[in-house]
């Protein structure tokens, strides 16, 4: 059993920056691939980036790829990102998912606004 709690998430404003973290309980986390996603009001969760579990294989969707970066640190059983030049359209709630095999987890969520 893996639980997963998001925080970092607050009120910016335009090209403002953030880092969440998503802070994992149990010994196999950092056997777990962990990705990041987000949901905006009246929309679908859509993917933000992910990370395999050593952290040497990183993707990211195509609308945050140069202004957020994923990483881990498995001594800490957490995984970050940080979002930096953030605009409107990044408003939403940030999830992060810890799945290996069959086993797929989720945080509940950490709010980022941004302000234009």
């Known amino acids: 059993q893996v639980q997963l709690v998001e925080s970092g998430g607050g009120l910016v404003q335009t090209g403002g920056s953030l880092r969440l973290s998503c802070a994992a309980s149990?010994?196999?986390?950092?056997?777990?691939?962990v990705g990041w996603f987000r949901q905006a009001p009246g929309k679908e969760r859509d993917f933000v980036a992910a990370?395999?579990?050593?952290?040497?294989?990183?993707s990211y969707a195509n609308s945050v790829k140069g202004r957020f970066t994923i990483a881990r640190d498995n001594a800490k059983n957490t995984v970050y990102l940080q979002m930096n030049n953030l605009k409107p359209e990044d408003t939403a709630v940030y999830y992060c998912?810890?799945?290996?095999?069959?086993?797929?987890?989720w945080g509940q969520g950490t709010q980022v606004t941004v302000s234009s």
């Open positions: 998912n810890g799945n290996r095999g069959g086993s797929n987890y």
């Open positions: 149990g010994r196999t986390f950092s056997s777990y691939a």
């Open positions: 990370v395999n579990w050593s952290g040497s294989s990183t």
